[in-house]
């Protein structure tokens, strides 16, 4: 993701730029209103986070329902998301819906499903920025 940021391909925004004293709140639901795509990284955290399924998820499913915003889940860990009945519906990355740690660090298969998670969405950024 580094190198689609260098590119310029993508800017990613995380609440880790929220700057003290700034409204957190305020900060996330713009970040939420001005992103063209969201990158949900899926896990038994992610579902259990109130709000983030209370806050977050509506917010950007209720984008990608009026604007078209493509919603993408990767699923980092196991995790019980094909039990959610918004992103059972959604094509999950990597393809087949197998958590990224599942993927063997030791022969570099978990290297090569990160490369073609970054190639999916820089795909999917370049097309945005080329009004597609």
């Known amino acids: 993701m ?3 940021r260098g590119l310029k391909v993508i800017k990613v925004w995380q609440d880790l730029e929220i700057e003290e ?3 957190w709140y305020r900060a996330i639901q713009s970040a939420m209103k001005t992103c063209q795509m969201a990158i949900l990284l899926v896990s038994q955290n992610f579902l259990n986070s109130e709000f983030i399924q209370r806050e977050e998820v509506p917010a950007l499913l209720k984008k990608r329902k009026r604007e078209g915003m ?13 039990d959610d009945p918004v992103l059972s519906k ?7 819906g197998r958590p ?4 063997p660090k030791a022969n570099g298969s978990r290297d090569q499903v990160w490369v073609e998670i970054a190639q999916s969405i820089g795909r999917r950024a370049r097309a945005l920025q080329q009004g597609g």
């Open 2 to 4: 580094n190198m689609l």
């Open 21 to 23: 004293g700034e409204d």
């Open 70 to 82: 493509r919603v993408i889940p990767i699923i980092v860990r196991p995790c019980l998301w094909k």
């Open 90 to 96: 959604i094509q999950a990355l990597p393809r087949g």
């Open 100 to 103: 990224v740690i599942k993927f």
